[in-house]
T-cell receptor
Framework: SQQGEEDPQALSIQEGENATMNCSYKTSINNLQWYRQNSGRGLVHLILIRSNEREKHSGRLRVTLDTSKKSSSLLITASRAADTASYFCATPRKAGSARQLTFGSGTQLTVLP | NAGVTQTPKFQVLKTGQSMTLQCAQDMNHEYMSWYRQDPGMGLRLIHYSVGAGITDQGEVPNGYNVSRSTTEDFPLRLLSAAPSQTSVYFC???????????????FGAGSRLTVL
């Protein structure tokens, strides 16, 4: 089973709207990362949040982390058609294995023009 | 700035054939890894390495071998391909943070493998 799981599996919004994706994980973490994958391409790192941080911003991205609930959210504000992609969170596969990052099945975001 | 280079991009094999997926990075990253991506399964870690001469198994290592003779290269070998190994394979690398954790991963563009 996957350590990190994103939800929803798919999300369709209009350009200009905000998109929120969630990630739940099972074990303790030092950090959590979010990645984006455009169709047919490799994953690209978006943002890393450490376990002692609750919120982090990067441009139109806002990530929150709640270690008590073992969950994180990724908010994309003022979405654009170019944001259409799959989004993944990455966490250690199991406790103590920070060298083994695992990814969930992702959230497929479609931004309609 | 080549980053992580994977070859080939596409490959079709017959059951039982062997092949090697190549991965090279030019960022002097200590950590390298191989993932496979299947529909609905996310990315699953096959093998990883934290430096030349050091490799370890990930979540789904069976049917795959790796070696790390140099910092730059991390080939993935399929000794006897099976249809279940049809997938998209990604190589990724990063610095090792404080000697412990894989950090921000840089991914290659992927290699799509079909086993008939």
């Amino acid at each position: 089973s996957q350590q990190g799981e994103e939800d929803p599996q798919a999300l369709s919004i209009q350009e200009g709207e905000n998109a929120t994706m969630n990630c739940s994980y099972k074990t303790s973490i030092n950090n959590l990362q979010w990645y984006r994958q455009n169709s047919g391409r490799g994953l690209v790192h978006l943002i890393l949040i450490r376990s002692n941080e609750r919120e982090k911003h990067s441009g139109r991205l806002r990530v929150t982390l709640d270690t008590s609930k073992k969950s994180s959210s990724l908010l994309i504000t003022a979405s654009r058609a170019a944001d259409t992609a799959s989004y993944f969170c990455a966490t250690p596969r199991k406790a103590g294995s920070a060298r083994q990052l695992t990814f969930g099945s992702g959230t497929q975001l479609t931004v309609l023009p | 700035n080549a980053g992580v280079t994977q070859t080939p991009k596409f490959q079709v094999l017959k059951t039982g054939q062997s092949m090697t997926l190549q991965c090279a990075q030019d960022m002097n990253h200590e950590y390298m890894s191989w993932y496979r991506q299947d529909p609905g399964m996310g990315l699953r870690l096959i093998h990883y390495s934290v430096g030349a001469g050091i490799t370890d198994q990930g979540e789904v290592p069976n049917g795959y071998n790796v070696s790390r003779s140099t910092t730059e290269d991390f080939p993935l070998r399929l000794l006897s391909a099976a249809p279940s190994q049809t997938s998209v394979y990604f190589c990724a690398s990063s610095y090792v943070e404080q000697g412990i954790a894989a950090n921000v991963l840089t991914f290659g563009a992927g290699s799509r493998l079909t086993v008939l």
